[in-house]
């Protein structure tokens, strides 16, 4: 893992990238260009993706509105939700005194647009680059030596956290130290040029670079704003148990693909509902699981519990409170195994802690369907 260079200064100072770094621009894709297409009789095109990732949302947008000649303007495309754990990690360098500037290619004015419904981050910036203020964009390095510049500190004191290969080129031509977050999942090796590739914002440690660490932490786990989600146990023919001898209650990810696309892949836990059976502790995967090599997103809760039977057809319901860590790929088999096993002894802990035992009696777990939350979801069960 890299860290700051010996006998280089500290790193004092931090830069954000705003699309795909802070802000989810990838969802304007499932939530509006996918429902908007399938309305105009079009289907979106998955392939086309990755040409949206380095763009800003309206360079997107136009892209996508261009591509299938949709008579659309751009306007409607902007109120864009965070990414899990910007607004903590925004929130912790503000409270620790860290200086941190946002740095986009967008225009200023579009930035100020953007940032402006996000409850304190404006006031939590030192700086503001947009990509008008400078004369070359990313991937030159101008608009990261311009951020530092502002605010009164040089390239090697600056930490650069970025979702875009050109991002990274930037900020590493700047002579910055750079954390990639990309947007897109299993391109890790394309961003061998960043000091540190990270699945998501939750997954960085500003203790590796010599800045407060977070202190949220709670046995080995992460206190995340709980979601929900629902769906009937049908009969699959998951790996789950065949392979690793656990039975999980699979829940394709298609369902719940607005509410998957906010979460990034990883190890999270909760509560789970069952409509006739009670509540149970549950421990779950999100993600592509690398160890197969899933070309499908999936969401899959091992229920901690010996049932002793199986239970197709009833409505499981899952709370889903705390993040334990990204997903991994594994030497072996039995390394994964013993690995789930460890989650769910952390998961089966941290439940009893009060900041998520408290949503043990939420009526979600018992009604889903007067939520709004509730998906129609169809859940796989994966039985011994
Ligand atoms: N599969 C992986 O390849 N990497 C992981 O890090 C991983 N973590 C998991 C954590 C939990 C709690 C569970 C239940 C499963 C995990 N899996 C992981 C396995 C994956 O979700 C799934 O069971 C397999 O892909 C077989 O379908
Ligand atoms: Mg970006």
Known sequence: MAAPR?????????????????????????????PFLVKNGKSWDSKKAHKLVEKTPYEAAALVIEDYGLPYSTEEWCNIKPLPGANRLIKHLRSNGVPTALASNSPRSNIEAKISSHEGWKESFSAIVGGDEIEKAKPSPDIFLEAAKRMNTGPSN???IEDSLPGVTAGKAAGMHVIAVPSIPKKTAEFSSA???VNSLLDVRPEKWGLPPFDDWI??????EPWFISGPVIKGFGRGSKVLGIPTANLPAE????????????????????STRGIYKMVMSIGWNPYFDNTEKTVEPWLLNDFGEDFYGEELCLAI????????????????IERIHEDGRIAE????????????????????LQQANSANGQAELNSK
């Open 195 to 197: 000091d540190e590739v």
């Open 255 to 274: 369902s719940f693909s607005d509410l998957v696309s906010e979460h990034t892949s990883g190890v999270y836990f909760g509560w789970a509902g069952l």
């Open 219 to 224: 046995e080995g786990t992460l206190p995340i």
């Open 6 to 34: 010996p006998g280089g200064r500290p790193i004092s100072h931090v830069i954000l990238d705003l699309d795909g770094t802070l802000l989810n621009t990838d969802s304007i894709v499932s939530r509006v260009v996918e």
């Open 349 to 368: 802990k941290a439940l009893d802690l009060p900041v998520y035992a408290k949503y043990k009696d939420s009526p979600y777990l018992r009604n889903p």
């Open 321 to 336: 409170v705390g993040y334990i860590r990204p997903e991994a790929n594994f030497p072996s088999l039995e390394s994964l």
């Open 158 to 160: 600056c930490l650069v």
